[in-house]
């Protein structure tokens, strides 16, 4: 089992910058890759980005392309997501998401929200 734990959501102003954190324990070692998704009001959640837990590689939704940075530290066992020049319709509770090597399961985080005031 993986525990996720979610912080640094909070309200910033259109064009700032946040940084999102995801803290994994437990079975750490049997993740095969982290991804943030986000859940606006009345909208599908979507994914914003992955990354794969040993080899680092990464993927962007389009419209977090250039603007948003996933990266991991395997030491600390955390999965930043580096959000810049944000945009109103960023705003969203934002998950990680931990999924483990050779199985289906998918563990989740409670959320945090972002909130990009104009």
């Known amino acids: 089992q993986v525990q996720l734990v979610e912080s640094g959501g909070g309200l910033v102003q259109v064009g700032g910058s946040l940084r999102l954190s995801c803290a994994a324990s437990g079975r750490t070692s049997t993740m095969y890759q982290v991804r943030w998704f986000r859940q606006a009001p009345g909208k599908d959640r979507e994914l914003v980005a992955r990354?794969?837990?040993?080899?680092?590689?990464?993927y962007y939704a389009n419209f977090a392309k250039g603007r948003f940075t996933i990266s991991r530290d395997n030491a600390k066992n955390t999965v930043d997501l580096q959000m810049n020049s944000l945009k109103p319709e960023d705003t969203a509770v934002y998950y990680c998401a931990a999924d483990l090597a050779g199985t289906s399961l998918t563990y989740w985080g409670q959320g945090t929200q972002v909130t990009v005031s104009s």
């Open positions: 990354i794969n837990w040993s080899g680092g590689s990464t």
